[in-house]
């Protein structure tokens, strides 16, 4: 059972806000990896972290789990600890765009 908030864990896919000059802003939302169905592919300028469960072409629209910076699931098992050398989903997409000439990837 989980006893820290949502933000910390390993398995929290932050949404993020439009690109301006200072690149993508996380929101106070976010996906929880482990328990939400994810599109069959990605848009482009998206990311989706590395091992989510996708929806097969035949089924209907997605299935976020959405949870909230600083919320507890009490309930939850998944929970892991999320490692301090990650770098933030903006920060990945930041330097994506910089290796690739400030091109959207996808």
């Given at each position: 059972m989980a006893t820290k908030s949502c933000d910390t864990c390993a398995s929290f896919d932050?949404?993020?806000r439009g690109f301006n000059?200072?690149?993508h802003k996380e929101t106070a939302w976010g996906w929880c990896a482990k328990k939400s169905v994810y599109p069959i592919a990605e848009e482009p300028g998206q990311?989706?972290?590395?091992?989510?469960t996708r929806?097969?072409?035949a089924t209907g629209p997605s299935q976020?789990?959405?949870v909230k910076r600083g919320q507890?699931?009490?309930?939850?098992?998944d929970?892991?600890?999320?490692?301090?050398d990650i770098m933030t989903k903006a920060d990945l997409l930041k330097k994506?765009?910089?290796q690739s000439g400030n091109r959207i990837p996808g």
């Open positions: 932050p949404v993020l000059r200072g690149g990311m989706f972290p590395p091992g989510v929806m097969s072409e976020p789990y959405i507890i699931v009490a309930h939850c098992n929970y892991q600890e999320k490692k301090k994506v765009r910089e």
